[in-house]
């Protein structure tokens, strides 16, 4: 694939592919795909983040869709998980979310579902990337009263509020003090309601979006400012989203930091203990800490491990039926309500548990004990096959013999920026340290020749 990445295509807006000249061609290329033939008016959603480049992109989408005869409905800054939603709930054809989720400001991109929120297959990908990649996109005649139009859903907002305060059947989360940072992205205008119409306290950070201080120190990529918070507060936990709210990070009332493994792994014991965990079965990526592995094997929970990326874990747990996946950063999907990663309904779901076991975040996460883990994103200025890099791989594989069955080391480019990570993770902090810092230093060397 030329365009697409891990998660739709992403990049720097205004360069290419990020330009309103191939939003205009992906609109139209998008709009022929998903209108297939049909009689009626194809009806696309659409959504955005709080990005100042989001008005150049959305306008030039919208213009290729009409263009091609497909009626385009907007909703303005809304979550990812919400467009997810959206586009079952009306019942349309394909939903668009413009966005580069965690990235700072300058980046931008798109991501495509299908009528019913799942994130589009690689058929439907290549198809659109083929049309999109051509010369000169026909209109295929649209003319007159077969142009499309272009609409504004001004409840937009209510409705995903509704749909997320269900997830916990509207219970009430009285009592219960949150710090929340809404990352300055989409969610800002939304996931503080949800919270306070269920009747939780709620402190809010970072909900004023400018266009340019989306994921600004701040939101899921920077948790240390909740951790802060909540202690100042006197909180009862922090919910940390990011961009656009398709991920969360968590901290308890005493500051913690709890990833996305803690979580899932708060939620698969409660689950287990309630019958609720389908097959007894959960589903990460490659990215998991092993100490989350090693803890689910003591509850008899088995772990099923993916490539990174949401869709990858979605794609899984529809396979095997299981109810509950995610990563360790932060996406996360409850199957019985998301067709996506959920920031908000993941976390709705955890004060869920914190209501009903009347036991504190710090109490419910000891059920992981984490692995020590390194994590190093090294800036590349390109992305050679890594399988080429003979002495990286004997590093790498070096590490590995050293580690045996106590640890991991994974090292893979980022699908979504210009980067390679190198994880390493033990039981020995000091060694993992070193072992990470070896590669990532002869990584830098060979890559960036």
């Known amino acids: 694939m030329k365009l697409f990445g891990t998660d739709g295509i992403r990049g720097k807006a205004n360069v290419y592919p990020i330009t309103a ?9 998008v709009g022929i795909v998903f209108r297939n033939g049909k009689k009626t008016k194809t009806k696309i959603i659409i959504g955005k983040d709080t990005r100042l480049s989001g008005y150049l992109i959305e306008s030039a989408l919208v213009a290729g869709l009409v263009s091609v005869g497909v009626d385009a409905y907007l909703v303005g800054p809304m979550p990812t998980p919400a467009v997810a939603h959206l586009t079952k709930s009306f019942a349309a054809d394909a939903g668009i979310v413009i966005t580069a989720s965690h990235n700072p400001y300058m980046d931008n991109g798109i991501k495509f579902f299908d009528r019913h929120g799942w994130k589009i297959d690689n058929e439907t990908i290549n198809k659109i990337e083929e049309l999109t990649l051509q010369e000169n996109i026909s209109t295929q005649n649209i003319t007159g009263d077969q142009i499309g139009q272009a609409h504004r859903i001004d409840d937009a907002r209510g409705r995903y509020i509704e749909f997320a305060k269900n997830s916990i059947n509207n219970r009430s989360l009285a ?35 400018n266009g340019r201080n989306i994921n600004d120190n701040c939101g899921a990529t920077h948790p240390e400012l909740i951790a802060k918070e909540v202690i100042n507060h006197n909180a009862n936990c922090g919910i940390a989203l990011d961009g656009d709210a398709d991920r969360i990070v968590m901290v308890d009332e005493n500051g913690n930091v709890l990833d996305g493994d803690f979580i899932i792994a708060i939620a698969a014991n409660y689950l287990k203990q309630t019958n609720s965990l389908t097959n007894n079965t959960v589903i990460q990526t490659v990215m998991v800490n092993q100490g989350f592995v090693s803890s689910m094997n003591q509850l008899g929970i088995k772990t099923i491990q993916t490539k990174v990326g949401d869709k990858h874990v979605l794609k899984k747990m529809r396979e095997l039926g299981a109810v509950l996946g995610g990563e360790q950063s932060g996406h996360i999907a409850f199957l019985e309500h998301c067709t996506t990663g959920d920031g908000m309904i993941t976390g709705l779901k955890i004060l869920d548990i914190m209501q009903k076991t009347q036991k504190p975040l710090s109490e419910l996460s ?15 200025k390109q992305k050679p096959a890594l399988e080429s890099l003979s002495t990286l791989n004997q590093l790498i594989t070096n590490a590995k013999n050293q580690l045996q069955d106590t640890g991991k080391v994974l090292v893979r480019y980022s699908g979504t920026q210009m980067q390679l990570r190198v994880m390493v993770q033990g039981q020995d902090k000091e060694q993992i340290t070193i072992l990470a810092q070896e590669i990532a230093d002869h990584a830098k060397k060979v890559i960036n020749v």
């Open 175 to 209: 009592g219960i003090k949150v710090v929340l940072d809404c990352a300055n992205g989409a969610a800002y205008n939304i996931a503080k309601f949800i919270l306070k119409e269920l009747g939780a306290q709620v402190i809010t950070l970072n909900a004023s979006p």
């Open 366 to 380: 000891k059920v992981m004990t984490k692995f020590p883990q390194v994590l190093i994103n090294l800036e590349v």
């Open 21 to 29: 000249e191939m939003a205009l061609k992906l609109g139209k290329a």
